[in-house]
């Protein structure tokens, strides 16, 4: 969303970026009509830059948002499907547990199971 102060802030740059321009190849700054113009010109690129790529974050933002809202539904799917209960032991051998053996076996494989 483009705001005011972004605005202000780009066109501050802007102008910023042409007085360092200037004072790097060295020209005296002189109170005059050239003088605003350049200083408009470059105000006006860095501000048109801040419109563009806003536009771009904004629809970036959202295209992230609707990707995430995505991930948590197949997630909500994955975790739905995942979810079950352990069924009692179906093996052959379930009916025939009986004696010491078999309950020493459980006791001591139970966190194993």
Do not use: C, W
């Not at 202000?8 to 005296?28: D, K, N, W």
């Amino acid at each position: 969303m483009v705001t005011l102060s972004g605005f202000i802030l780009s066109g501050g740059l802007g102008l910023v970026a042409r007085r360092l321009q200037l004072s790097i190849i060295g020209r005296v700054p002189t109170g005059g009509y050239k003088q605003i113009t350049g200083y408009a010109a470059s105000g006006a690129i860095f501000m048109g830059s801040y419109y563009f790529f806003n536009g771009v974050v904004d629809n970036n933002r959202q295209l992230l948002n609707r990707r995430l809202d995505v991930l948590r539904e197949q997630r909500a799917k994955q975790e739905l499907f995942n979810e079950f209960t352990q069924a009692e032991d179906h093996r052959i051998t379930a009916d025939k547990r009986q004696g010491r053996f078999f309950s020493l076996f459980d006791k001591y494989g139970a966190k194993y199971k």
